[in-house]
Every structure is written in structure tokens, then in C-alpha cells.
Nanobody, 114 residues
Framework: QVQLAESGGGLVQAGGSLRLSCTAS????????MGWYRQAPGKQRELVAK?????SSNYADSVRGRFTISRGRNTVYLQMDNLRPEDTAVYYC??????????WGRGTQVTVSS
């Protein structure tokens, strides 16, 4: 059973930075696509960024140039710089394995004050 454990959320002022981490308990982590999604109150969950096993990444237009996704041995990171109040949301880690199965973390709250 795949388990994803997120950390790093919190409260920050606009213009500040946070770094989210997600550790996966999977043997084939290196072949999975990892991503970060977010869901603000009253809105649908949306893709923030994702990264393939080969290191290719893509970003939502709203965060490109401010957020950076990267991955280590069994962890994926989201460095968030120049945060804005509209970035406030619950951030979820996602993993898609080689069988196209989706797994989700429990989420971590990010709150950006103006």
C-alpha cells in the first residue's frame, strides 16, 4: 500500500516562502510521476506542479516562475517563493504509479496573509 506523508505547510506573509515535502513509501518511486495539487475553499482541486521520474516538470500558469518542484530518492519537494494570498489552500501530494493508479496524501494547509 502506497503511503504519502506531507510536511512543511504553515502561515506566511505575502512575499514569503515555504517548502513542502512529501515522502513516499514505494519501492518503485523513481518510476512514478509525482505532483502537488491544491484546493482552496469553495474551489476544485487543481494541479500546481508535477515531475516525472526522468525529471521533466510542468507548472500551472499561476505559479510558474515562483514555485519549483524537485525530487530526491523517495521525496518530492515544492519550493514556494513570492507567495500570494491567492496561494492559500490545502496542498496535496499525488503519486501516479506505472499502473496509472493514483495515490494521495492527507494534505497540508498553506495560508498566506496579506
Amino acid at each position: 500500500q502506497v503511503q504519502l506523508a506531507e510536511s512543511g505547510g504553515g502561515l506566511v506573509q505575502a512575499g514569503g516562502s515555504l517548502r513542502l515535502s512529501c515522502t513516499a513509501s514505494v519501492f518503485t518511486f523513481s518510476r512514478a510521476v509525482m505532483g502537488w495539487y491544491r484546493q482552496a475553499p469553495g474551489k476544485q482541486r487543481e494541479l500546481v506542479a508535477k515531475i516525472t521520474g526522468g525529471g521533466s516538470s510542468n507548472y500551472a500558469d499561476s505559479v510558474r516562475g515562483r514555485f519549483t518542484i524537485s525530487r530526491g530518492r523517495n521525496t518530492v519537494y515544492l519550493q514556494m517563493d513570492n507567495l500570494r494570498p491567492e496561494d492559500t489552500a490545502v496542498y496535496y501530494c499525488n503519486l501516479v504509479d506505472t499502473g496509472a493508479n493514483n495515490y494521495w496524501g492527507r494534505g497540508t494547509q498553506v495560508t498566506v496573509s496579506s
